[in-house]
């Protein structure tokens, strides 16, 4: 069996997807199943079992002999929620007894880490494991998932294969519950149907020109590809980037959706609210030499492409991944 936990998040449910594709059906998915907007992401897929979050370790203690692979890609990923309580207790005292669970039980695991960890970017975007204690993050979202990369890499005790995968911008089906959070593809995308026009935030950086901000945007298609790679790799475990290589402006994001959309561009600007002013990132790029190092070796989608695919299969079809 292979266990994944956020199951019925954006890119859980997409890699329950992925592994059906590959006539993986004995799937354990692991998440809390109350929240209804969730619900699509996981229907008509074939999975062996549904394990509330709360009762996964015990079912573990149970069923560990029957486990082959845990991908642990639950958590939470709001990045303007600042309480750092909540994220202590889901994104690293959870993933903490999931990384305990492995080592007792040698199960192997991928867990999902974050560009968020680098913070403004200052130290670049290297998944040198070295420099994991000196990242600053500009959040709690990130504090949490840096703090646990950092207690990962301290510990005697690991399982026989682990990766913890740095996702960059990631874009795709199946994050129609997100709310605010969902990607800025998905914001785009319901702006111009509704309106035929889309505002972007305004730069209040000298150095970058309004639109002009970059990204490292990752589809997720190209997100549960690497995993799916990582199950069978089973080698050089450690921190890696996931994200493109490519930075990409906000604008170039604009123009290929207005394009996958056949809909003329007419795009205009908003100061970036002051809640978040402060903690922007203008620029990232994932440096994805190391992943490339081990074996991976499948291009990305390019922005264009991945744009393409996402609107025009699954957004204005209303369709699930």
């Keep these: 069996m292979i266990v994944v936990t956020g199951a019925a998040g954006f890119i859980g449910s997409c890699l329950v ?20 907007k969730k619900e699509n992401n996981l229907k008509g897929k074939r999975i062996k079992e549904y394990v ?34 909540v ?10 007894k999931v990384w305990n669970a492995c080592c007792e039980y040698q199960i192997p695991l991928v867990y999902a880490s974050s560009a968020a960890t680098y913070g403004s970017g200052t130290l670049g975007y290297d998944d040198n494991e070295a420099l994991t204690p000196l990242l600053q993050p500009l959040n709690p979202y990130g504090e949490s998932k840096n703090d646990f990369d950092k207690w990962a890499l301290e510990q005697t005790a690991k399982p026989f294969f682990w990766a913890g995968l740095k996702f960059f911008n990631v874009y795709g089906p199946n994050e129609y519950h997100k709310g605010r959070m969902a990607s800025v593809v998905f914001h785009a995308y319901n702006q ?31 997100v549960v590809e690497v995993c799916f790679f990582l199950m069978n790799h089973r080698r050089n475990s450690g921190i890696y980037n996931l994200g493109s290589g490519e930075a990409r402006t ?20 908003m100061d970036t609210p002051l809640t978040i002013r402060d903690t922007y990132q203008y ?19 390019t922005l ?5 695919d996402y609107v025009q299969q699954y ?3 209303g369709r699930y991944y």
């Design 315 to 317: 957004l204005m079809e």
């Design 304 to 308: 264009e492409e991945g744009v393409k």
């Design 87 to 96: 994220f202590d207790l889901l994104n690293l005292n959870y993933s903490k």
């Design 250 to 269: 906000f604008m170039a994001l604009a123009l290929s959706t207005f394009a996958a959309m056949n809909v003329v561009p007419e795009i205009d600007f």
């Design 192 to 222: 111009i149907k509704e309106k035929g026009s889309l505002t972007l935030f305004r730069s209040h950086n000298p150095d970058y020109a309004d639109g002009e901000q970059m990204r490292d945007f990752i589809y997720v298609k190209d």
């Design 17 to 36: 997807s992925r592994l059906n594709a590959a006539t993986f059906y004995d799937i354990v998915v692991v998440d809390n199943f109350s929240v209804a």
């Design 52 to 85: 509330d979050r709360d009762k996964f370790f015990d079912w573990l203690d149970e069923r560990h002999e029957e486990v082959e692979f845990i991908f642990h890609l639950g958590a939470r990923t709001d990045t303007t929620e600042f309480n750092k309580d």
């Design 283 to 301: 620029f990232t790029e994932a440096n994805m030499q190391k992943l490339r190092s081990i074996g991976y070796d499948k291009p990305f989608y």
